[in-house]
């Protein structure tokens, strides 16, 4: 009954290639996000969709394509793969409303470049 | 990162309070939260507390609010080892479905037993 779940949870690949990762959310939220966290743990949006939509897209550069074939689900799709993406990717998902919206957290994603 | 600051390390013994400090830039944030975050894994939301509220308290957990400084606190009473981790605080910038979270650098605390 994961609430968040993201797939895979290790990515290990080499500078160039091409990688998604998957994220699911079962709640029912309207909007789902994607984080980047670098290795001194600081953590920064990178998008965010709301039923299917783009809503936020924070200055990432465009070799990132965030995917979203239903309001369950958002994939991130990384091309031409560099060192620097190395990090935790963290999906979340937020009920859409004027309460606290607070977010649910995914487990994240080690992706690590070679 | 730049708009929410937090010092990056705090010790405790256990049984004693832990204080966790924030600030933040901007005054029109309506919410802010505290997550936890354990080892490997993804981040919890602990807390939050609305903008027009000066103090929040759930169990071992208090919040401070000082809206004039833009200052956060989070204090945890009792500190237990299974509260070691990394703490975040994060506001809430934006409204509706373009709101979006900015999160603070992480405080990681470590309870020695």
């Known amino acids: 009954d994961t609430a968040v779940s993201q797939t895979p949870k290790y990515l290990v690949t080499q500078m160039g290639n091409d990688k998604s990762i998957k994220c699911e959310q079962n709640?029912?939220?309207?909007?789902m996000y994607w984080y980047k966290q670098d290795s001194k743990k600081f953590l920064k949006i990178m998008f965010s969709?709301?039923?299917?939509?783009?809503?936020i897209n924070e200055t990432v550069p465009n070799r990132f394509s965030p995917k979203s074939p239903d309001k369950a689900h958002l994939n991130l799709h990384i091309n031409s793969l560099e060192l620097g993406d190395s990090a935790v990717y963290f999906c979340?998902?937020?009920?859409?409303?004027?309460?606290?919206?607070?977010?649910?957290f995914g487990p994240g994603t080690r992706l690590t470049v070679t | 990162g730049e708009d929410v600051e937090q010092s990056l390390f705090l010790s405790v013994r256990e049984g004693d309070s832990s204080v966790i400090n924030c600030t933040y830039t901007?005054?029109?944030?309506?919410?802010l939260y505290w997550y936890k975050q354990e080892p490997g894994a993804g981040l919890q939301l602990l807390t939050y507390?609305?903008?027009?509220?000066d103090m929040k308290q759930d169990q071992r957990l208090t919040v401070l609010l000082n809206k004039k400084d833009k200052h956060l606190s989070l204090r945890i009473a009792d500190t237990q080892t299974g509260d070691s981790a990394i703490y975040f605080c994060?506001?809430?910038?934006?409204?509706?479905?373009?709101?979006?979270?900015?999160f603070g650098q992480g405080t990681t605390l470590q309870v020695k037993p």
């Open positions: 979340a998902s937020s009920p859409l409303g004027t309460r606290a919206t607070e977010q649910y």
């Open positions: 969709y709301n039923n299917k939509e783009l809503i």
């Open positions: 994060a506001e809430r910038q934006g409204s509706g479905n373009t709101g979006k979270l900015i």
């Open positions: 507390i609305f903008s027009n509220m």
């Open positions: 901007d005054s029109s944030s309506t919410y």
């Open positions: 709640l029912g939220h309207d909007t």
